[in-house]
């Protein structure tokens, strides 16, 4: 079993950033594919950035340009690095592993889910 902590959610005025971070208990086959889900309210959880285990990356549209995703192997962490935040990026942000069919949004297969982290933008 793998553990994701999640951390670095607040609040900030639209146009600021945010640094999420995701730090897993261990390493497994599980943890070679690594992404970060968001969930608005009333809205379904997307997922928004994945990096696979060579770390290729993908992004949806929405936040491309805006949003990095990255992880430090020796510290088994996941990060997301948010920028130029709008309102709309206002959700609940998962961090998540598993294994990677594609590396394309929709391609990760969660095996493990981050118990969440809040991230509101106001205008």
């Known amino acids: 079993q793998v553990q994701l902590v999640e951390s670095g959610g607040g609040s900030v005025q639209a146009g600021g950033s945010l640094r999420l971070s995701c730090a897993a208990s261990?390493?497994?086959?599980?943890?070679?594919?690594r992404g970060w889900f968001r969930q608005a309210p009333g809205k379904e959880r997307e997922g928004i950035a994945v990096?696979?285990?060579?770390?290729?990356?993908a992004y949806l549209d929405s936040v491309k340009g805006r949003f990095t995703i990255s992880k430090d192997i020796a510290k088994n962490t996941l990060y997301l690095q948010m920028n130029s935040l709008k309102p709309e990026d206002t959700a609940m942000y998962y961090c998540?592993?598993?294994?990677?069919?594609?590396?394309?949004?929709?391609?990760?297969?969660?095996?493990?889910w981050g118990q969440g982290t809040q991230v509101t933008v106001s205008s």
């Open positions: 998540a592993t598993g294994r990677c069919e594609s590396t394309v949004i929709g391609g990760l297969v969660v095996r493990y």
């Open positions: 261990a390493y497994n086959i599980y943890t070679s594919c």
């Open positions: 990096i696979d285990s060579d770390g290729s990356t």
